[in-house]
């Protein structure tokens, strides 16, 4: 949705309720789990968050409280919306002139085990959507190196007539979400004073 204005938050919280059982926009799922489907832009991003159990205690945290979007010129609806599978959650973006509010939800959630320990999450976009595909957020331990990381992985294609007129603006605009983002997590993790006490503060 592209908005002259900035939205409030009532207009926002009836956003989202109204998306509650709206369907995918794209067929295909879940599928950021493994190779993304053909006719889709993908992007994989990476960056190293530090080393040891600390920091990967740490960095799954921060995930969970969705620091990989403080992110100046963009805001997420909400930053308390729990990690869980169904969750729905709207970002509102700043383009300089106008606005605009996207719907998600939350297609799956990853926790493994072994020499790489992972957990993440991945949404999906829904039909409120100017773009179709997914994205999945997730930090990882590699017992080898002692390592953590936090990657992005999204698959996606421009839907709404806007982002397909300004496909060249919609790409840019991503690839700099991707780098804010992970300049984003690694403030968190290596100076945004987490804790296991740490609790993500409501918008």
């Known amino acids: 949705m592209f908005l002259l204005n900035k939205p409030d938050e009532t207009f926002i919280r009836r956003f989202l309720e109204e998306r509650e059982g709206e369907p995918f926009s794209y067929p295909e799922p879940g599928a950021s789990r493994a190779v993304a489907p053909s006719g889709y832009n993908v992007d994989h991003n990476r960056v190293m968050l530090g080393e040891g159990r600390e920091t990967f205690s740490k960095a799954i945290i921060a995930l969970k409280s969705w620091k990989m979007f403080d992110i100046q010129w963009l805001k997420l609806c909400w930053a308390d919306t729990p990690i869980v599978v169904g969750a729905t959650i709207g970002v509102l ?3 300089l002139g106008f606005w605009s509010l996207n719907a998600n939800r939350i297609v799956y959630v990853m926790e493994e085990k072994g020499e ?3 957990y993440g999450f991945a949404y999906g976009t829904l039909l409120a959507h100017a773009e179709c595909g997914e994205e999945r957020f997730s930090v990882e331990y590699h017992r080898a ?3 953590v990381w936090f990657e992005i992985y999204a698959f996606s294609k421009p839907k709404h007539i806007l982002a397909k007129a300004g496909y060249p603006f919609s790409r840019r605009l991503q690839k700099r ?4 983002s ?3 997590m690694v403030n968190a993790v290596n100076n945004g004073h987490i804790n296991g006490s740490f609790n993500p503060t409501p918008p």
């Open 177 to 180: 979400f991707a780098k804010e």
């Open 145 to 147: 190196d002692n390592k």
């Open 182 to 184: 992970k300049k984003a």
């Open 93 to 95: 973006v700043n383009h």
């Open 116 to 118: 790489i320990e992972r």
